[in-house]
C-alpha cells in the first residue's frame, strides 16, 4: 500500500470534501481524486461515496480510515524514538559497580540520568574491579566503576570520586570517635579484609595503613564484598577498614571511625571502552562529569 496514497485517503476522510482536502495538502483536486481512486483500485473497493454535493465514507472507508489513523501514528512514534536514540536521549546503559559506588556515586548519577534522559534505562551489576574490566572488554557492560586502575589500551577512565577510610568496629567494641588516637589501638584485634589476590594496590595500601602503626593486622576472614563484611563485623568476628561511604549502606549495629589524620584515601574512577560511540553511553559520560558529588572529596 502506498503510504503517499494512504495520506491523501486520510485528508479526504477528514474534511469529506475534496476541494477543501485539496487545500491542505497542496494537491490539485483532479490529481487528488485520481490518487484515491488508484487506492481504490488496488484495494478493489469503493472508499467513499460520491455525488455532486456529498462525499461519505463507505463501511470499508470508515474502517480504513480508523486502522491508517492508527498506523500513520505509530510510523510517527517509530519516527520519533529513533531520532531519541540515535542522539542517545533513549536506550540502555549498562553499568558495572563494586559494593560501595551503591552508596556515593551511582544514585546522583542515576537521579541526574533520569531528570535530563528519562526515556535512558540502568542495568546495574555488582561486581569485582577485575571484573569490571573483563565484562568492558567483553562488550557485557558499557561503564564500570573501579577502584583499582590497571593501564589497558582498549579502556580509558578518569577518577570522579575521592573519600577517606574508616575504621569498621562492631558496636560493642570500646573504642569510640571520642577515644579513637590512632590504628595502633587496634593492632591486636581481629580483622576482616579483601583477600590479596582480589585487588592487590587496594589490598596493600589497606597493610600499609596498619604498618605505618607499627604492626600487620591479623586477618581471619576474607571477603570481596562490602556487605559481608559489614555482617561479620556486626557480629563481632573482626574489624574492618573500608570506605566511608559505606557508612550509608544500612543500619547494621556497627561503629564508622573516620580516618582523618592519614593522607591516603581511595580513589573511584570510572571506565569505558575507548572506541565506544555509543550515544548514549556519551550522556551519561557528560553527566558524570557534570556531577560534584556529596559527602566526598571530589576530583575535577
Known amino acids: 500500500m502506498d503510504f503517499r496514497q494512504l495520506s491523501y485517503f486520510l485528508g479526504v476522510a477528514s474534511e469529506l470534501h475534496f476541494s477543501k482536502a485539496s487545500e491542505k495538502l497542496f494537491i490539485a483536486q483532479p490529481a487528488l481524486s485520481r490518487q484515491v481512486q488508484q487506492l481504490e483500485n488496488k484495494l478493489g473497493v469503493l472508499l467513499f461515496e460520491r455525488d455532486k454535493r456529498n462525499v461519505k465514507l463507505t463501511p470499508a472507508g470508515e474502517y480504513l480510515n480508523n486502522e491508517a489513523q492508527k498506523i500513520l501514528s505509530q510510523l510517527d512514534n517509530i519516527k520519533h524514538r529513533t531520532q531519541l536514540i540515535h542522539n542517545g536521549e533513549e536506550g ?26 528519562p526515556s535512558i534505562k540502568a542495568n546495574l551489576s555488582e561486581m569485582l574491579d577485575s571484573s569490571v574490566m573483563d565484562a568492558l572488554k567483553n ?10 586502575l590497571h593501564p589497558d589500551k582498549y579502556l580509558t577512565s578518569k577518577i570522579i570520586f575521592r573519600e577517606p577510610f574508616a575504621l569498621i568496629l562492631p558496636a560493642c567494641h570500646p573504642i569510640n570517635e571520642d577515644n579513637f588516637k590512632s590504628l595502633a589501638q587496634v593492632k ?17 595500601l589497606l597493610l600499609r595503613l596498619c604498618e605505618r602503626e607499627g604492626f600487620l593486622p591479623n586477618v581471619v576472614h576474607e571477603s570481596n564484598y562490602g556487605a559481608t563484611i559489614l555482617k ?9 577498614l573500608m570506605p566511608i561511604s559505606y557508612k550509608h549502606s544500612s543500619a547494621m549495629k556497627v561503629k564508622f571511625i573516620e580516618l582523618k589524620n592519614i593522607s591516603e584515601q581511595t580513589n573511584l574512577s570510572i571506565m569505558w571502552r575507548k572506541d565506544d560511540t555509543n550515544p548514549v553511553l556519551q550522556n551519561f559520560l557528560k553527566i558524570a562529569d557534570s556531577l560534584s558529588f556529596s559527602d566526598s572529596l571530589p576530583i575535577k
Open 188 to 204: 591486636n584485634d581481629n580483622f576482616i579484609l579483601p583477600p590479596n589476590n582480589s585487588s592487590s594496590v587496594y589490598h596493600d
Open 139 to 148: 562488550y557485557e557492560i558499557d561503564v564500570g566503576f573501579i577502584r583499582e
Open 92 to 117: 540502555e546503559i549498562r553499568i558495572g559497580h563494586p559494593g560501595s559506588a551503591i552508596y556515593s556515586v551511582i544514585p546522583p548519577l542515576l537521579s541526574a540520568l533520569k531528570l535530563f534522559f
Open 232 to 240: 561479620l563485623v556486626e557480629h563481632n568476628l573482626g574489624i574492618s
